[in-house]
């Protein structure tokens, strides 16, 4: 019986490993904001990343500050790395301005910010019972029962 024990413990540790090396990480695009100045900054960046396991691209746009890295790694594992080479880092915190209901929020707006981008923060609904909003709808010209003054 002992060595039947054995061989099962040893076949379903041969299972595992094969298990463990087929579980990749998703192919996926992070995307980093880095303050670079110069070609050497840029460089050093891009090697650091381009140097990590599973890396597929590299693409540094400096007039943003933003590097992105596309294939398959983890997300914290390339800020650091970057951090690592002395730059201050921060995952990318601007989404397009088309995608936030109300984008010239204070927390949203940023004058920082590239062109057609505003910060990415958990965005204010308003309730669209209030009064406000119920007057408004009252003169709009989607609703077929509005004033007919107008």
């Given at each position: ?11 379903s540790a041969t299972s595992t490993r094969s298990t463990s090396r087929s579980r990749r990480k998703p192919m996926q695009t992070v ?120």
């Amino acid at each position: 019986m002992g060595a039947l024990d054995y061989l099962s413990n040893f076949c379903s540790a041969t299972s595992t490993r094969s298990t463990s090396r087929s579980r990749r990480k998703p192919m996926q695009t992070v995307e980093i904001k880095v303050k670079m100045d110069c070609d050497g900054c840029e460089r050093r960046v891009k090697n650091s990343v381009k140097s990590m396991k599973g890396v597929k691209s590299v693409e540094i746009n400096r007039k943003q500050s933003r590097v992105t890295v596309n294939g398959n790694v983890d997300p914290n594992k390339v800020l650091k790395n970057i951090m690592n080479t002395g730059k201050r880092a921060e995952f990318w915190p601007y989404i397009p301005y088309n995608l936030v209901s109300y984008p010239y929020v204070t927390q949203a707006y940023d004058k920082r910010a590239p062109a057609g981008n505003v910060k990415n923060v958990v965005q204010a609904f308003s309730v669209p019972n209030t009064t406000d909003e119920q007057m408004t709808h009252l003169f709009s010209d989607d609703n077929p029962n509005a004033c007919s003054i107008m």
